[in-house]
Every structure is written in structure tokens, then in C-alpha cells.
């Protein structure tokens, strides 16, 4: 078994003083956070077509997604149509897992909504989240306007709603969800960060492909969580 690399070991007085050498770049890159979301808060908006999706009650308005409130974050899960819950979208899969009912109640309180929208058949994506057991809000894309169509998938756009209209704010993609990926974060604070190949690590580092550990025997690794059955 190869032996492991660890950081260096030093007494204590070196270890804080190296941490306080980091603490000063770390306030540094949580001020450039705030300047970019003050810049994100000054962008136009564009007006959004009148377009429905699909939820339980059938065809809705996408202004009724925001369920009467003034915001509504959208996140876009790929989806393989008709394939089994264990071949479905990892990394969709691992962006949801922190996206439970508190998190939702706390973005309500500021009068955010969030949903999920999908390019899948609605009975195959609801399927899908009741099996996860998840709670958020799910809506089917399939036969709305291009104006909701994504490259496949993994987007995360925000709308504002001004009285029966509906204007576009933001949107990002690939890196930019990490928001709604606290794992990420917190793997970034040990010493061995995300384990990823593409980190400046040094050298004798644990390293894989990025994302390669979202799936585990078959499946993504948070449906383990739901079920104990084997993939045949």
C-alpha cells in the first residue's frame, strides 16, 4: 500500500503564524465576493415570454413557479429520459442534496422561491425526486419554449417577478452552482482539499478525475442514502 503524503509538522507558534498569513488572502477573497455580488445586484434584467411548464397540477405559468413570491431560483437538472433512477445525472444529484426543506423556508424568508426544472417526462423526474425524497418544487420542461431549453443541463438561473411579468436577472453555469455544492467548500478547508486533479496540490497528493466520486458502485453515491438495492 502506497504510504500516505502528509502536510509538514511544525510546532504551534509557526502553524498560527502561517494561519495568520492565510486569514489575510481569505478576508481578501471573501471582500472580492462582496464587490462581484454588488455587481451581480446593478445587472439589467430582460423580459422573459409568457411559458409554462409542467408540475403536478399540469401546465402552470412559469409565474406561478414563484408560488406568489418575488424571486424564484431555478436550477436545471439534466435528465436521461427513461433511464433508471441509478443511471440518472450525478452531479444534479450531488447539487441537490443541500437543497432541503430548510434551506428553502430560510430563501422564503427573503421572498425567494426554489424550484427544479427538467427537460424529462414529468412523471419520470417526480418519480425521481419522491425517490430521493426531496421536497423542493419540480417541474417539467419537455414541451415548453426554447426560452427554457439549457446546453443539457446543471444551469441555475434567477427571475424576478414584477406584478404578471416575469424578467430574467442571472444566470451561471459549471463552476459558478458551486454555491448550491457545500461539500465542495468544506473540502477545500482540509488538508487534502477536493482530491481532484486539477488543484495545485503538492506533490504525493490523493488526486482523481473531478467529479469521479459522485458515483460509487453504480450509482450517485446520495442514493445510497435511499436504498440498499444492488444494480443488475
Not at 26 to 35: I, L, V
Not at 80 to 96: I, V
Not at 122 to 142: C, K, L, Q
Not at 170 to 176: A, F, I, M, Q, S
Given at each position: 500500500?502506497?504510504?500516505?503524503?502528509?502536510?509538514?509538522?511544525?510546532?504551534?507558534?509557526?502553524?498560527?503564524?502561517?494561519?495568520?498569513?492565510?486569514?489575510?488572502?481569505?478576508?481578501?477573497?471573501?471582500?472580492?465576493?462582496?464587490?462581484?455580488?454588488?455587481?451581480?445586484?446593478?445587472?439589467?434584467?430582460?423580459?422573459?415570454?409568457?411559458?409554462?411548464?409542467?408540475?403536478?397540477?399540469?401546465?402552470?405559468?412559469?409565474?406561478?413557479?414563484?408560488?406568489?413570491?418575488?424571486?424564484?431560483?431555478?436550477?436545471?437538472?439534466?435528465?436521461?429520459?427513461?433511464?433508471?433512477?441509478?443511471?440518472?445525472?450525478?452531479?444534479?444529484?450531488?447539487?441537490?442534496?443541500?437543497?432541503?426543506?430548510?434551506?428553502?423556508?430560510?430563501?422564503?424568508?427573503?421572498?425567494?422561491?426554489?424550484?427544479?426544472?427538467?427537460?424529462?417526462?414529468?412523471?419520470?423526474?417526480?418519480?425521481?425526486?419522491?425517490?430521493?425524497?426531496?421536497t423542493?418544487?419540480?417541474?417539467?420542461?419537455?414541451?415548453?419554449?426554447?426560452?427554457?431549453?439549457?446546453?443539457?443541463?446543471?444551469?441555475?438561473?434567477?427571475?424576478?417577478?414584477?406584478?404578471?411579468?416575469?424578467?430574467?436577472?442571472?444566470?451561471?453555469?459549471?463552476?459558478?452552482?458551486?454555491?448550491?455544492?457545500?461539500?465542495?467548500?468544506?473540502l477545500?478547508?482540509?488538508a487534502?482539499?477536493?482530491?481532484?486533479?486539477?488543484e495545485?496540490?503538492?506533490?504525493?497528493?490523493?488526486?482523481?478525475?473531478?467529479?469521479?466520486?459522485?458515483?460509487?458502485d453504480?450509482?450517485?453515491?446520495?442514493?445510497?442514502?435511499?436504498?440498499?438495492?444492488?444494480?443488475?
Amino acid at each position: 500500500m502506497k504510504e500516505l503524503v502528509i502536510p509538514k509538522i511544525v510546532d504551534r507558534d509557526e502553524w498560527e503564524r502561517a494561519r495568520a498569513e492565510l486569514l489575510v488572502r481569505e478576508k481578501m477573497h471573501t471582500r472580492a465576493g462582496d464587490e462581484i455580488a454588488a455587481v451581480r445586484r446593478r445587472l439589467p434584467m430582460t423580459r422573459m415570454e409568457v411559458v409554462t411548464v409542467v408540475g403536478p397540477d399540469g401546465p402552470v405559468l412559469l409565474r406561478d413557479v414563484f408560488q406568489g413570491r418575488r424571486m424564484l431560483i431555478v436550477y436545471h437538472f439534466m435528465w436521461s429520459r427513461g433511464a433508471p433512477h441509478d443511471k440518472q445525472c450525478e452531479g444534479c444529484t450531488h447539487s441537490q442534496v443541500a437543497m432541503n426543506a430548510a434551506v428553502c423556508a430560510y430563501l422564503a424568508e427573503r421572498d425567494v422561491t426554489y424550484a427544479v426544472f427538467s427537460a424529462g417526462p414529468w412523471s419520470e423526474i417526480v418519480a425521481y425526486r419522491d425517490f430521493m425524497g426531496w421536497t423542493a418544487p419540480w417541474y417539467s420542461t419537455a414541451d415548453s419554449s426554447e426560452v427554457l431549453a439549457t446546453r443539457t443541463g446543471g444551469d441555475l438561473r434567477c427571475y424576478l417577478r414584477v406584478n404578471d411579468e416575469v424578467f430574467e436577472t442571472y444566470e451561471t453555469k459549471w463552476r459558478g452552482i458551486e454555491a448550491m455544492l457545500p461539500t465542495l467548500q468544506l473540502l477545500d478547508m482540509t488538508a487534502y482539499g477536493r482530491q481532484e486533479t486539477w488543484e495545485d496540490s503538492p506533490d504525493g497528493w490523493p488526486q482523481d478525475q473531478a467529479g469521479s466520486w459522485w458515483r460509487r458502485d453504480g450509482r450517485p453515491v446520495a442514493q445510497w442514502t435511499r436504498t440498499n438495492a444492488t444494480i443488475k
